[in-house]
């Protein structure tokens, strides 16, 4: 039986109809509107007026369509033609970004466009840059993005959100700690419980990866507070992903995996499936951790799909190294070795973090080969990329206190030891 229309709208029939005439007015197939959270299937039973779609659905969907959520939801302001930046949108959400870049790299050189138009079209682009895995042009273009006048609050927002990933994963946690304190004070400041949520749980990622796991246990408790007032799945599904991190650097895997799974859930369910990739990718590190080599490949493999052809290659990198860890469990040296080796490209643009343990992975390979000369260079070169608190420079510090100790220099390998005491006592969990 049809649900009664929303109070947002006046009339769940009409709705459907104005979706329709409007994606058909531009050639667009159901399919082609869809998107992760709002199947195609659930578009139809929404154009037939059996279903009322959420005022967050609406607003995505004018967003797709170029019109105004007012005129989908009532009928009135109508729709005036789609511009350029329009179609530019619409083109990279369903998926053709070639043509979506070129749309907004024109708009961004036109010196004779409003600096506001000039800002939308910079932050477009900066954002097919980032889902391309191409994190340092996307951080230029970003900047470039929130240096210009008039970006309208929602995008000046996914821009911070995104500038503030691509700082954490450079290691440069200050500028990501700063976007993000800004941004909550901001959401603070109007109310707005949904961005309040977000850059409460990004907040939290920072910190976390500054290594201050009590400030990021606060943010994340204030987080939870925040989600119980609200309904936005994929805010609460992003705030388990953030739990299982906490759980994951504090070395308690079971609290990880759980809580992993819970934001899994919610993803498969809204059909969220780049989001739902990752997920199975935190899994398979989880269980890599965990030393269960056979189940952080099924994980693996369920990302496949997803994340084994992407054009993200900063993602496709992280696969990569995950399963070359699983190798290295299984004692296949040789497949773990060619694995890590080709995600150093992938990922060592990108982010300090991951490059560091795929250097970390190598040398675990060459020590485990008894090359340990070799192992050595990798472990400091991998001490020398990791940021200054981060977990996995315990197993370079345990790595080259073991062949440091086989070498005789045994002072070298007490005092490599001590600064992974250190280490252990600032990060927390065990060694």
Same mark, same amino acid.
């Given at each position: 039986?049809p649900r009664?229309?929303?109070?947002?709208?006046d009339?769940? !029939?009409?709705? @459907?109809?104005r979706?329709?005439a409007?994606?058909?007015?531009l050639?667009?197939?159901?399919?082609?509107?869809? %998107?992760?959270g #709002?199947?195609?299937?659930?578009?139809?039973?929404?154009?037939?007026?059996q279903r009322?779609?959420?005022l967050?659905?609406?607003?995505?969907?004018?967003?797709?369509?170029?019109?105004?959520?007012?005129y989908?939801a009532?009928?009135?302001?109508?729709?005036?033609?789609?511009?350029?930046l329009d179609?530019?949108d619409?083109?990279?959400r *369903?998926?053709?970004?070639?043509?979506a /870049?070129?749309?907004?790299?024109? #708009?961004?050189?036109d010196?004779d466009?409003?600096?506001?138009?000039?800002a939308?079209?910079?932050?477009?682009?900066?954002?097919?840059? %980032?889902?391309?895995?191409?994190?340092e042009?996307a951080?230029?273009t970003? /900047?470039?993005?929130?240096a210009?006048t008039?970006l309208?609050?929602? $995008?000046?927002?996914?821009?911070s959100?995104?500038?503030?990933?691509?700082?954490?994963?450079?290691?440069e946690?200050?500028?990501a700690?700063?976007?993000?304190e800004?941004?909550?004070?901001?959401?603070?400041?109007s109310?707005?419980?949904?961005?309040v949520?977000? %850059?409460?749980?990004?907040?939290a990622?920072?910190?976390?990866?500054?290594?201050?796991?009590?400030?990021?246990?606060?943010?994340?408790?204030?987080?939870?507070a925040?989600?119980?007032?609200i309904d936005?799945?994929v805010g609460r599904?992003?705030l388990?992903?953030?739990?299982?991190?906490?759980h994951?650097?504090?070395?308690?895997?079971?609290?990880?995996?759980?809580?992993a799974?819970?934001?899994?859930?919610v993803?498969?369910?809204?059909?969220?499936?780049?989001?739902?990739a990752?997920?199975?990718?935190?899994?398979?590190? *989880?269980?890599?951790?965990?030393?269960h080599a056979d189940?952080?490949?099924?994980?693996?493999e369920?990302? /496949?799909?997803?994340? !084994? @052809?992407?054009?993200?290659r900063?993602?496709? !990198?992280l696969?990569? *190294?995950?399963?070359?860890?699983a190798?290295?469990? @299984?004692?296949?040296?040789?497949?773990?070795a060619?694995?890590?080796?080709?995600?150093?490209?992938?990922?060592?643009?990108a982010?300090?973090?991951?490059?560091?343990?795929a250097?970390a992975l190598?040398?675990?390979v %060459?020590n485990a080969? !008894?090359? $340990?000369?070799?192992?050595?260079?990798?472990?400091?070169?991998?001490?020398?990329?990791?940021?200054?608190?981060?977990?996995?420079?315990?197993? +370079?510090y345990?790595?080259?206190?073991?062949?440091l100790?086989?070498?005789?220099r045994?002072?070298?390998?007490?005092?490599?030891?001590?600064?992974?005491?250190?280490?252990r006592?600032? +990060?927390g969990?065990?060694?």
């Open positions: 039986m009664g229309p929303g109070r947002h709208v009339d769940a !029939g009409a709705v @459907g109809a979706i329709r409007a994606r058909t007015r050639g667009l197939s159901q399919r082609d509107l869809a %998107f992760d #709002c199947s195609y299937a659930y578009i139809s039973r929404i154009e037939a007026g009322t779609p959420s967050q659905v609406l607003h995505e969907f004018a967003r797709r369509l170029g019109v105004s959520a007012t989908l009532t009928g009135a302001d109508a729709p005036d033609a789609v511009d350029a179609d530019a619409l083109a990279w *369903i998926g053709r970004d070639e043509h /870049e070129e749309i907004y790299r024109a #708009c961004a050189d010196r466009a409003a600096p506001a138009r000039r939308r079209a910079l932050a477009g682009l900066g954002e097919v840059q %980032f889902d391309r895995g191409e994190l042009q951080r230029v970003l /900047e470039q993005a929130m210009e008039g309208d609050a929602q $995008r000046a927002a996914r821009a959100d995104l500038l503030g990933r691509i700082y954490a994963l450079r290691g946690q200050e500028q700690l700063a976007i993000y800004r941004e909550l004070a901001r959401a603070e400041g109310n707005d419980l949904s961005e949520l977000r %850059f409460s749980t990004l907040l990622n920072a910190v976390l990866d500054s290594g201050n796991t009590g400030r990021a246990q606060e943010l994340l408790a204030q987080a939870i925040v989600a119980d007032r936005d799945p599904a992003r388990w992903w953030s739990q299982s991190r906490l994951d650097s504090q070395g308690q895997p079971e609290l990880a995996a759980r809580y799974r819970l934001a899994l859930g993803l498969e369910d809204m059909e969220q499936s780049t989001f739902a990752v997920a199975y990718l935190l899994l398979a590190h *989880i269980e890599n951790e965990r030393e189940e952080a490949r099924e994980w693996l369920r990302a /496949e799909p997803t994340l !084994g @052809g992407t054009q993200n900063f993602h496709r !990198g696969w990569q *190294i995950e399963r070359a860890r190798f290295l469990l @299984g004692g296949d040296y040789e497949q773990a060619s694995l890590a080796m080709s995600a150093l490209p992938l990922v060592g643009d982010s300090a973090v991951d490059s560091g343990r250097y190598l040398a675990d %060459f080969l !008894g090359d $340990r000369a070799r192992a050595r260079e990798l472990y400091e070169l991998a001490q020398e990329t990791l940021p200054a608190i981060d977990r996995n420079l315990l197993r +370079v345990s790595g080259l206190a073991e062949i100790e086989h070498e005789g045994t002072d070298e390998a007490l005092g490599v030891l001590k600064e992974a005491m250190r280490l006592q600032r +990060v969990g065990p060694g």
